[in-house]
T-cell receptor, first 115, second 114 residues
Framework: AQSVSQHNHHVILSEAASLELGCNYS??????LFWYVQYPGQHLQLLLK??????LVKGIKGFEAEFIKSKFSFNLRKPSVQWSDTAEYFC?????????????FGTGTRLLVSP | DSGVTQTPKHLITATGQRVTLRCSPR?????VYWYQQSLDQGLQFLIQ???????AKGNILERFSAQQFPDLHSELNLSSLELGDSALYFC?????????????FGPGTRLTVT
């Protein structure tokens, strides 16, 4: 079945460590790609998105993601995490061949950054 | 604050009951989406409305229905509730129909069915 996979369900890092969260999707056609963050008790916020062009996308709060088409991947990275990055991170895809705008989400990765 | 509002914030009800969740989109947004976030299913798209008309349907149960009113607010109706319907229900809105338009999420309504 077509889906979005996030391999790490829980990640624990110390402040200043580097972060990479994996995301793979299984849609064959053109997709739009997103990373959302959900801080404790808050709504989903868009971190960054990729539609086309430069496969390295920079988002808010120092996050970036790289689209690798051949690997169907869109991994999220941050060189140095802070305690305030503790949150749940969701990768999401909009498959463009459906003609609709529904976001298909991965299962999420809970990140805990210890001070 | 995304500009999308949802009420109520929390709802506790019994099995077999019916509830209505309300969403007000950001000012100027014409499209509304509903998503369900549960422990076993994750975040799933339920349904989309655009300017009062149903636009797309996802994994929405027949016991669930939604509508978008002329003032563009939307309601999600859940009936014959089961324990498994306990979840966080998010509403999102976007300015128009099109994959390039960002969806802004509301704070969610946490539904607990006992």
């Amino acid at each position: 079945a077509q889906s979005v996979s996030q391999h790490n369900h829980h990640v624990i890092l110390s402040e200043a460590a580097s972060l990479e969260l994996g995301c793979n999707y299984s849609y064959g056609g053109t997709v739009n790609l997103f990373w959302y963050v959900q801080y404790p008790g808050q709504h989903l916020q868009l971190l960054l998105k990729y539609f086309s062009g430069d496969p390295l996308v920079k988002g808010i709060k120092g996050f970036e993601a790289e689209f690798i088409k051949s690997k169907f991947s869109f991994n999220l990275r941050k060189p140095s995490v802070q305690w305030s990055d503790t949150a749940e991170y969701f990768c999401a895809v909009i498959p463009l061949n459906t003609g609709f705008q529904k976001l298909v989400f991965g299962t999420g990765t809970r990140l805990l950054v210890s001070p | 604050d995304s500009g999308v509002t949802q009420t109520p914030k929390h709802l506790i009800t019994a099995t077999g009951q019916r509830v209505t969740l309300r969403c007000s989109p950001r000012s100027g947004d014409l499209s509304v989406y509903w998503y369900q976030q549960s422990l076993d299913q994750g975040l799933q798209f339920l349904i989309q409305y655009y300017n009062g008309e149903e636009r797309a349907k996802g994994n929405i149960l027949e016991r669930f229905s939604a509508q978008q009113f002329p003032d563009l607010h939307s309601e999600l109706n859940l009936s014959s509730l089961e324990l498994g319907d306990s979840a966080l229900y998010f509403c999102a809105s976007s300015v128009a129909v099109g994959h390039q338009y960002e969806q802004y999420f509301g704070p969610g309504t946490r539904l607990t069915v006992t």
